[in-house]
């Protein structure tokens, strides 16, 4: 176990639905100006090695830890081969036997973190939210309300087993 600062959410959080959180807004003062305090953060590794499997864990959990060596020689290339590989981690490990369907992605990769001048990959975060409804603004504010708007329209649609 290790402790780290959580900076957007007090340490007696408790998730009860869906909440706005405006990255462009900093989080309340805290009393005193006191800095956040350490969150204890915790192996998944013991507790996943438990479970049936990787995708019963996900199910459980929300997350899961998986090894996997992409192929990927040239991430300016990263695309065909790269997708591919996470589709099938998706179809065989975490979802298997259940419907997936695939939207196209803009071809773009943003690496970020030591020795770049955005900070933002320094810390614990994700980029998709905590539902449906969040991706659906997420999508929206980078392809605009009309390919948001058809993500939903196909996510919203029932799929079968075998797709």
Known sequence: MVKSQLNTFPQDFQYTGRFPIDLAV???PRPGNAPPPLSDIHD????QAAA???????????FVLLDHKT??????NYKPIYE????????????????LQTMPAAASLARRGRGTENGYAGGVHQDCGLGADDYEQLVGSFA???????WRKMYDQPMSKAS
Not at 144 to 150: F, L
Request: aromatic share 8%; net charge negative; charged share 15%.
């Open 71 to 76: 192929q990927v020689a040239d991430w300016d």
């Open 26 to 28: 900093p989080p309340p």
């Open 84 to 99: 591919t590989e996470i589709e099938a981690l998706i179809r065989d490990v975490l979802l298997p036997g259940q419907g």
């Open 44 to 47: 998944a590794r013991p507790p």
């Open 52 to 62: 049936s499997s990787p995708a019963a864990f996900f199910d459980a959990h929300g």
């Open 144 to 150: 605009g309300p009309y390919v948001a708007q058809g």
